[in-house]
């Protein structure tokens, strides 16, 4: 089985930083793409960024420039330091993982339990 675990979150004044952490254990033989989705209140999960095994990152237009995704391959982790908040990145913030188990399976993709990211204006 593999568990992730995210941290980080909390309450941050406008123009503050953060900087979520998501671990991955279990049985893992390979990790894939890692990144991080949101989902504000009333709206759909979007986005956010994301990393290839190789360091290609990908980022949704509303934090590019402000946030910065980077992963960890030893410690099973993916990063997210977010800069220049504003209230409207206000969310449920969800790593995902895309990892391969053992040498012959498949992908399979593994969330993040969520953590609550709050911008006060």
């Known amino acids: 089985q593999v568990q992730l675990v995210e941290s980080g979150g ?3 004044q406008a123009g503050g930083s953060l900087r979520l952490s998501c671990a991955a254990s279990g049985s893992i033989f390979s990790l894939n793409v890692m990144g991080w989705y949101r989902r ?3 709206k759909a999960r979007e986005l956010v960024a994301t990393i290839t095994s190789g360091g290609l990152t990908n980022y949704a237009d509303s934090v590019k420039g402000r946030f910065s995704v980077s992963r960890d391959n030893a410690k099973s982790t993916v990063y997210l330091q ?3 908040l504003k209230p409207e990145d206000t969310a449920v913030y ?3 993982i895309t990892l391969q188990r053992t ?3 498949r992908l399979y993709d593994y969330w993040g339990q969520g953590t609550q990211v709050t ?3």
């Open 82 to 84: 977010m800069n220049s």
């Open 10 to 12: 909390g309450l941050v």
């Open 103 to 105: 040498t012959l399976s």
């Open 119 to 121: 911008v006060s204006s």
């Open 40 to 42: 504000a209140p009333g």
């Open 94 to 96: 969800y790593c995902k």
